[in-house]
C-alpha cells in the first residue's frame, strides 16, 4: 500500500511582541537561542509586522484593534506564515482568541513559546550542559493561563531544570495578577504597584528567593517592585544551561 504524505508548507515566525522587541529586548535573543536550539526553523519580520492590538483591545477601540489585525494578517500571509510562536502572553490571547472574531480569514496556529520548549523537553530536544538546584515559585501570567490553560508546561521545564517548584497561596487558576496588564500600569500606577507589591509578598511567603514567569510584562513589572527575592523571566534560565 502507497502512503501518501501531507508536506507542511510555511514559514513559522517568531513574534516577541512589543515590550520584548523595544524594552526586555534581552529576553528576545534569549529565545532566539532556545528555539534554535531545539530545532525550530522560524523567520522574523522585525519592521514589518506591527502591534498585536491587545492595548488597542482593553482600551475598547476595536476598530483600531480590527485595522492593525488587517495589517498583520497581510504580512502574514504575504511571507508564508502558517504557525506563530509568542513569547508574551497577551500576544498569544490576542491571536488565538481575537484574531478569529476579528478577521474571517485568519487559520494560522498560535503557540506560546513555553509550550513549544515543555514539548521539547518530551521529546528530548533540550539539550542542556547542567542542572539547577534550589527552590522557585511561578507566577502564572493572567493571558496564557485563563485564556490558554496553559500552567503545567512552565512547571515541568522548570523541574526538568533541576528546580523543586514550590506554589503560592494563589496559584493556577486562581493566579493573583501582577498588576500591570489590562492598561492599569498605564492608568493606575498607583494601584498596578500596590498589585505587584502584594504578590511579591505572596511569593516571599513560600521562603523561595526567586520568582519565575513566562511573561515579559510580569516580569519587568515585578522586578520593578521587588525587594529580598530575586525575579526572573524563565528564558533566563534556560539559556544558561545550553
Excluded at 522587541?21 to 537561542?33: C, T, W
Excluded at 539539550?127 to 508546561?153: A, L, Q
Excluded at 494601584?191 to 516580569?219: D, F, H
Aim: with cysteine; proline share 3%.
Amino acid at each position: 500500500m502507497i502512503k501518501f504524505f501531507r508536506i507542511k508548507t510555511g514559514n513559522v515566525l517568531y513574534y516577541p511582541g512589543c515590550l520584548t522587541k523595544f524594552v526586555a529586548k534581552e529576553l528576545r535573543e534569549n529565545y532566539r537561542k532556545i528555539l534554535r536550539s531545539i530545532g525550530i526553523d522560524f523567520i522574523e519580520l522585525k519592521d514589518l509586522e506591527v502591534c498585536c492590538g491587545s492595548p488597542a483591545l482593553n482600551a475598547g477601540y476595536k476598530e483600531d484593534a480590527k485595522n492593525l489585525s488587517e495589517k498583520n494578517l497581510k504580512v502574514f500571509k504575504e511571507h508564508s506564515i502558517r504557525k506563530i510562536i509568542t513569547s508574551c502572553p497577551a500576544c498569544f490571547k490576542v491571536f488565538s482568541h481575537d484574531y478569529p472574531k476579528l478577521l474571517e480569514k485568519w487559520d494560522i496556529e498560535v503557540e506560546h513559546t513555553i509550550q513549544t520548549i515543555a514539548k521539547a523537553v518530551k521529546e528530548g530536544k533540550l539539550k542542556t550542559k547542567e542542572k539547577f538546584k534550589g527552590m522557585v515559585t511561578y507566577h502564572d501570567p493572567c493571558h496564557s493561563g485563563r485564556y490558554g490553560g496553559i500552567y503545567e508546561e512552565p512547571r515541568e521545564v522548570l523541574k526538568f531544570l533541576g528546580f523543586e517548584v514550590v506554589e503560592m497561596e494563589f496559584t493556577k487558576e486562581n493566579s493573583f495578577c501582577c498588576g500591570g496588564g489590562g492598561g492599569v500600569i498605564g492608568n493606575y500606577p498607583e494601584l498596578s504597584e500596590e498589585i505587584a507589591k502584594e504578590r511579591i509578598k505572596q511569593a516571599k511567603e513560600t521562603k523561595s528567593k526567586t520568582l519565575v514567569t513566562a511573561c515579559p510584562l510580569c516580569y519587568v513589572h515585578l522586578k520593578n517592585v521587588a525587594k529580598d527575592i530575586e525575579v526572573k523571566e524563565i528564558s533566563e534560565f534556560i539559556v544558561k544551561v545550553l
